[in-house]
């Protein structure tokens, strides 16, 4: 296995004790993409770097708060263009092409959401994770009910303030070691999907 100094600014220590699971799991994880993401490949270097990494990603992808997958992405991709985490959004961007087949709609959001076709709740959802990433301080009660007259319970708002908290430490790390986009990202799920339903 090549160095991560060819997918980073670091030469990470290899320590080679990856255990059954964590095996497993990069395994999946480079069969559903096709190639080993930069950030799976720089985690995988230790067990416990991968293991703790992947529990918190876990946690906060959690589907029993209300939020869907697309929102999820939306979430990550907007996080990602807040912060400018080139990484992030060339990742991101790419699963959220896959998810809507909708181009355009990806463009908006790795660049300016606000310029995009969203619903009220989207709308709600984004503004309030992006004030998480520039304002968390300033969040107040009037903050939480415009998430809660769009139909956001308070399990719902949590995760959404869970999922802009992990992913903006996971940009800002991307970013200190210089973590660089496999040129897939940019190619993967450019076909003409037609559009799918992107604002409910």
């Not at 990069?26 to 703790?52: A, E």
């Not at 400018?84 to 463009?107: N, Q």
């Not at 989207?122 to 009910?145: C, G, P, S, W, Y």
Request: aromatic share 8%; net charge negative.
């Amino acid at each position: 296995m090549a160095g991560t100094l060819d997918v980073c600014g670091l030469n990470l220590q290899e320590h080679d004790n990856l255990d059954a699971d964590m095996k497993r799991v990069v395994k999946g994880i480079v069969k559903k993409y096709g190639f080993m993401p930069h950030f799976i490949r720089v985690f995988s270097t230790d067990n416990q770097r991968l293991k703790v990494f992947l529990q918190l990603y876990a946690e906060v992808e959690r589907t029993d708060a209300g939020l869907t997958h697309l929102e999820h992405e939306m979430i990550a991709l907007v996080s990602a263009a807040t912060n400018g985490c080139v990484y992030c959004t060339a990742h991101h961007g790419a699963l959220l092409r896959g998810v809507t087949g909708d181009a355009l709609f990806t463009e908006y959001l790795s660049r300016n959401y606000k310029l995009a076709d969203l619903s009220p709740r989207h709308r709600a959802m984004l503004d309030f994770t992006v004030k998480v990433h520039r304002q968390a301080e300033a969040i107040e009660e009037e903050d939480r009910d415009r998430l809660r007259d769009v139909g956001f319970s308070d399990d719902g708002i949590w995760a959404i303030a869970s999922l802009a908290a992990f992913y903006a430490y996971a940009n800002r790390v991307a970013q200190a070691i210089g973590l660089r986009p496999a040129p897939q990202y940019l190619e993967m799920n450019r076909g003409d999907h037609g559009r799918k339903a992107a604002t409910g």
